[in-house]
């Protein structure tokens, strides 16, 4: 069965603090991305990366970074954290190459609040 | 922004009843999934279709495709209590190195016993 872990379910960090979202998946899949869920908004990519150490911008990348030093870990960074970070947090993966038509497979979220 | 819109943005059907969610879009692509999304969970898939097709089926779920009009509408049938969630769509577009999904803002669909 296939699988996307994250690390966390819920976060509560403060403002300032540098703050790491993992993400592993065990498919052995080349691309892997992070959105953000608002309400009202639906979801956003903020990165994603279709190869290690390979990343390419999303629509809002403004205020977060990320790495990926082994093909089944993601990692998302927000390097100084603030309220407007506060969201709920979904990693994906799916398989490769480009023009494939193929699914995407999603973690269960990471729901952080920045106070 | 690349993001679709989904239309209704909230449905409410009893059960036993057929639920119909849209989906517009804004650049080419090189197919269309539609995902559902339980209160505070991850996405899964449901159904994807590709650009060369107009109609798919997959056991109560029906899904059309117009790349004209850029659209596309899901249709659930025979409704369960079950099938509240939200339902997403997500276009898969070319671009850069790789392929990558681009969401629509969400139905939020409940079905009352």
């Known amino acids: 069965d296939v699988k996307v872990t994250q690390s966390s379910r819920y976060l509560v960090k403060r403002t300032g603090e540098k703050v790491f979202l993992e993400c592993v998946q065990d498919?052995?899949?080349?691309?892997m991305f992070w959105y953000r869920q608002d309400p009202g908004l639906g979801l956003r990519l903020i990165y994603f990366?279709?190869?290690?150490?390979?990343?390419e911008k999303g629509d809002i990348p403004e205020g977060y970074s990320v790495s990926r030093e082994k093909k089944e870990r993601f990692s998302l960074i927000l390097e100084s954290a603030s309220t407007n970070q506060t969201s709920m947090y979904l990693c994906?993966?799916?398989?490769?190459?480009?023009?494939?038509?193929?699914?995407?497979?999603f973690g269960q979220g990471t729901r952080l609040t920045v106070v | 922004s690349q993001q679709g819109e989904e239309d209704p943005q909230a449905l409410s059907i009893q059960e036993g009843e057929n639920a119909t969610m849209n989906c517009s879009y804004k650049?080419?692509?090189?197919?269309l999934q539609w995902y559902r999304q339980n209160s505070g969970r991850g996405l899964v898939h449901l159904i994807l279709?590709?650009?060369?097709?107009r109609e798919k089926h997959s056991g109560r779920l029906r899904v059309t495709l117009d790349t004209s009009k850029k659209s596309s509408s899901l249709l659930i049938t025979a409704s369960r209590a079950a099938d509240t969630a939200s339902y997403f769509c997500?276009?898969?577009?070319?671009?850069?190195?790789?392929?990558?999904?681009?969401f629509g803002t969400g139905t939020l669909l409940a079905v009352q016993p």
């Open positions: 997500a276009t898969d577009a070319y671009g850069g190195a790789t392929n990558k999904l681009i």
């Open positions: 994906a993966s799916s398989p490769p190459p480009p023009g494939k038509n193929t699914e995407a497979f």
């Open positions: 650049t080419s692509i090189n197919n």
């Open positions: 990366s279709y190869d290690v150490k390979m990343k």
């Open positions: 498919m052995d899949h080349e691309n």
């Open positions: 279709i590709r650009s060369n097709e």
